[in-house]
C-alpha cells in the first residue's frame, strides 16, 4: 500500500528578496512498512523535504498525500493533529527534555495525546525496552551517552504508533559504531512494529543499511535504489 506519495513537489525560499529553490519537482512514493534513507550532500533539501512530509512546513506547490490524507487540504488544527498522531519526529540534537527521565520523555507524545497515565507508562517503557534502554528508564539525558539518548528519541517517536517515523540526520552527532546500532535498532523496530521509516543522511554507513536510498541533489531526486 502507498503510504507516501508526493507529486511534483517545490519549494522556494525567500533569501533578502531572492527566491532560492530548495526542492524543485520532487515525484515519490513511498510504500507502508519501508525503511528508506534520503541521501544527498548538504543543502540538497533532505530537511526540507522532510518537514514538508511531516507537516511542520508548507511546499510552495504540489502535493503530499499520507495514508490518503492530502496535507495541503488540512486546516492548521488538523494538520497539529496530523503531525501529533500519524508522525513520530527523531532530531540530529536529540531533543529530549532534560529535566524528565527516559521513560518520561518516551511517553511525552503519549501525555500531548491525553493517553491515561498507565496506559502511557505501560506502552513507553515496552518501547524503551525494545530499544534495549530497559536499565536506564529513571536516568535523566544528560547522565546518558548520546547513542542512549537518540535511542530514548526513537522510543519517543514509536511510543503512540505513528504511521511514519521521520529523522533528520538522526546520526550526525554519534560516532560510526553506535550510529550502526542506532540503525540496527530502528531497523529491528521497522520490522516489530510494521512501521514506516524515513531518514536523512549524508552518511555512507547508514545509507548501507537502508532497504532503499532516495538520492537527492539541488532538489531533484537523482537516484533512487531498491536493495536485497
Ligand atoms: P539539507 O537538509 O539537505 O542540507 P535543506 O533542506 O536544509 O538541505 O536546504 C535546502 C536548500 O534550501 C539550501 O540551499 C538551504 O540553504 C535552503 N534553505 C533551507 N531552509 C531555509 C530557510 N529557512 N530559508 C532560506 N533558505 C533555506
Ligand atoms: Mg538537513
Redesign the pocket.
Given at each position: 500500500m502507498t503510504l507516501i506519495k508526493i507529486r511534483d513537489l517545490k519549494?522556494t525560499?525567500?533569501?533578502h528578496g531572492v527566491e532560492?529553490?530548495?526542492?524543485r519537482g520532487i515525484n515519490l512514493e513511498v510504500d507502508e512498512g519501508e525503511f528508506v534513507a534520503i541521501a544527498?550532500?548538504?543543502?540538497?533539501?533532505?530537511?526540507?523535504?522532510?518537514?514538508i512530509i511531516g507537516g511542520l512546513d508548507k511546499p510552495t506547490s504540489g502535493s503530499v498525500i499520507v495514508d490518503g490524507v492530502d496535507l495541503g487540504a488540512l486546516s492548521k488544527s488538523a494538520l497539529a493533529d496530523y503531525r501529533l498522531r500519524k508522525v513520530g519526529f527523531v532530531f540530529q540534537s536529540y531533543n529530549l527534555i532534560e529535566v524528565l527521565t527516559a521513560l518520561e520523555n518516551a511517553e511525552f507524545v503519549l501525555l500531548l495525546q491525553k493517553v491515561p497515565k498507565a496506559e502511557r507508562r505501560a506502552r513507553a517503557k515496552e518501547v524503551l525496552e525494545a530499544m534495549g534502554m530497559g536499565e536506564y528508564l529513571n536516568k535523566r539525558p544528560n547522565r546518558l551517552s548520546g547513542g542512549q539518548q537518540q535511542r530514548i528519541a526513537v522510543a519517543r517517536a514509536l511510543a503512540h504508533n505513528p504511521r511514519i517515523v521521520l529523522a533528520?540526520?538522526p546520526t550526525a552527532n554519534l560516532d560510526s559504531a553506535t550510529a550502526s546500532g542506532l540503525l540496527d535498532m530502528m531497523r529491528e523496530m521497522n520490522e516489530r512494529y510494521g512501521v514506516t521509516f524515513v531518514f536523512?543522511t549524508?552518511d555512507r554507513l547508514v545509507m548501507d543499511k537502508a532497504k532503499r536510498v532516495i538520492l537527492?541533489r539541488d532538489?531533484v531526486v537523482v537516484g533512487d535504489e531498491r536493495k536485497g
Open positions: 519549494k525560499y525567500l533569501e532560492a529553490p530548495a526542492l544527498g550532500p548538504s543543502g540538497s533539501g533532505k530537511t526540507t523535504l522532510l518537514n533528520d540526520e536523512s549524508h537527492l532538489g
